[in-house]
């Protein structure tokens, strides 16, 4: 059973920065694609990262692009989110996601398994 497990929210003020992290485990995730969605209340889930296991190939929503970068650890198995110059509008709920059939995609309905979430704040 695939398991996604995020971690590494927070409350923080406008400009700081936080890492997310999801570990995964139950799979070989070396031919899957990972994202990070996010949403606000009263917002549909939006696109914010993506990563191929394989040989780390990326894609950056366009709000993000510059400041948001992903990556991962093969051995350990994890994800990884660096969120720089945050803003306020960058407060969600972020969640972890994999596909089982990269290439990447920004569609959520495209990802198979799904984190709990994990809370993002960002303060004025």
């Known amino acids: 059973q695939v398991q996604l497990v995020e971690s590494g ?12 992290s999801c570990a995964a485990s139950g799979r070989t995730f070396s031919r899957y694609a990972m994202g990070w969605f996010r949403q606000a209340p009263g917002k549909e889930r939006e696109f914010v990262a993506a990563i191929t296991w394989s040989v780390g190939v990326t894609n950056y929503a366009d709000s993000v692009k510059g400041r948001f970068t992903i990556s991962r650890d093969n051995p350990k198995n994890t994800v990884y989110l660096q969120m ?11 969640y972890c996601a994999a596909d089982r059939t990269p290439p990447l995609s ?19």
């Open 106 to 124: 920004t569609n959520p309905a495209a990802y198979d398994y799904w984190g709990q979430g994990t809370q993002v704040t960002v303060s004025s």
């Open 84 to 94: 720089n110059s945050l803003k306020p509008e960058d407060t969600a709920v972020y």
């Open 9 to 20: 929210g927070g409350l923080v003020q406008a400009g700081g920065s936080l890492r997310l």
